[in-house]
């Protein structure tokens, strides 16, 4: 089955996943560092760091998808 989600919806659901794996990094990196676990806190930052890249790419996506989904006028 093909997915038929414009390139703006495939950016607005990476802006969220982004956001959700940056915010479980942030999570992880605190208990990490309350807890002195330097593997869960390396987690984190990996987590974090994966956010911000879904993030930037789900912008891209809908500054793409406003120029080639919208109809010309």
Same mark, same amino acid.
């Given at each position: 089955?093909?997915?038929r $989600?414009?390139?703006?919806e *495939?950016?607005?659901e %990476?802006d969220? !996943?982004g $956001?959700g %794996?940056d915010? $479980?990094g942030r999570l992880k =990196?605190?208990?990490?560092?309350?807890?002195? =676990?330097s !593997? @869960?806190?390396?987690?984190?930052k @990996?987590d974090?760091a !994966?956010?911000?890249?879904?993030d930037a @790419?789900?912008?891209?996506?809908r500054?793409?998808? *406003?120029?080639? =989904?919208e109809? !010309? *006028?």
């Amino acid at each position: 089955m093909e997915d038929r $989600k414009s390139m703006a919806e *495939r950016g607005a659901e %990476n802006d969220v !996943k982004g $956001k959700g %794996n940056d915010l $479980k990094g942030r999570l992880k =990196d605190a208990a990490g560092g309350l807890t002195g =676990d330097s !593997k @869960l806190q390396a987690e984190g930052k @990996l987590d974090r760091a !994966k956010g911000k890249a879904q993030d930037a @790419l789900g912008d891209v996506q809908r500054r793409v998808g *406003r120029e080639t =989904d919208e109809p !010309k *006028r």
